[in-house]
């Protein structure tokens, strides 16, 4: 009888343990799944965009450093992509700040969302003669609103409001126009800085390759 009642007791406990560790295996099972869904989500929809944006920038400002290719360009287009390159990664830094994206982002890769708010091209404009609500108006013409989300505005879109006939668009934006091409050198070398700086971050946290090459 105690043989029997010791059988039953020692199944009864091992069947409670064995519940207990499929529970936490399927929790633990449950929270990478989650993390890994959230880390496709942030690279996806926000650090690929991001980091495409930076490295757009860059090579925008290397060509005006430099002057490669821009006796090529009209006026008109050099004005209008300069101003979307520009307004598309500020786009997207605001877009990071309405979405908190920051806070996010460390839980995942651990220092990247610090990383990144202290690396914003924003805190780079800091200039007398860029003011603070230029750059507001220069990120905000390049987010379009989608239900209860913000993206950035295609370069087409950008144009289309930019080129409308009495576009207010273009008369909101001359001053941020008119301040990212007074950029001393001096600031453009520290932005292309910060820009290379920041795509490569992301690129060593996600594996994401970079597309700037180092020299």
Do not use: C
């Not at 529970?23 to 993390?35: M, P």
């Not at 450093?65 to 979307?84: C, I, K, P, W």
């Not at 920051?102 to 003011?131: M, N, V």
């Not at 289309?160 to 934006?173: C, F, I, M, T, V």
């Amino acid at each position: 009888m105690f043989d029997f009642v010791s059988t039953i007791a020692a199944a009864l406990i091992g069947s409670i343990i064995g519940s207990v560790g499929a529970v936490l295996a399927d929790h633990w099972l449950t929270g990478r799944t989650e993390k890994s869904h959230r880390r496709e989500i942030l690279v996806q929809r926000y650090l690929f965009q991001l980091q495409d944006a930076l490295e757009l920038l860059y090579y925008r400002l290397h060509n005006l450093t430099f002057r490669v290719g821009q006796d090529a360009m009209n006026d008109e287009y050099f004005e209008e992509s300069t101003l979307y390159a520009f307004g598309r990664v500020l786009a997207i830094e605001r877009i990071f700040a309405f979405e908190a994206v920051y806070p996010q982002l460390d839980p995942i890769y651990s220092g990247l969302g610090k990383f990144l708010k202290e690396h914003r091209i924003e805190r780079q404009l800091l200039s007398p003669y860029f003011y603070q609500y230029d750059r507001v108006s220069l990120a905000e013409a390049a987010i379009e609103h989608e239900g209860d989300s913000f993206r950035p505005r295609t370069y087409l879109e950008f144009r289309w409001r930019y080129e409308a006939e009495n576009s207010p668009e273009k008369q909101w934006l001359a001053p941020a126009s008119n301040a990212i091409q007074a950029l001393p050198t001096s600031e453009m070398d520290a932005l292309l800085t910060t820009l290379k700086t920041a795509a490569k971050g992301i690129a060593e946290k996600t594996g994401i390759d970079s597309s700037i090459v180092d020299k």
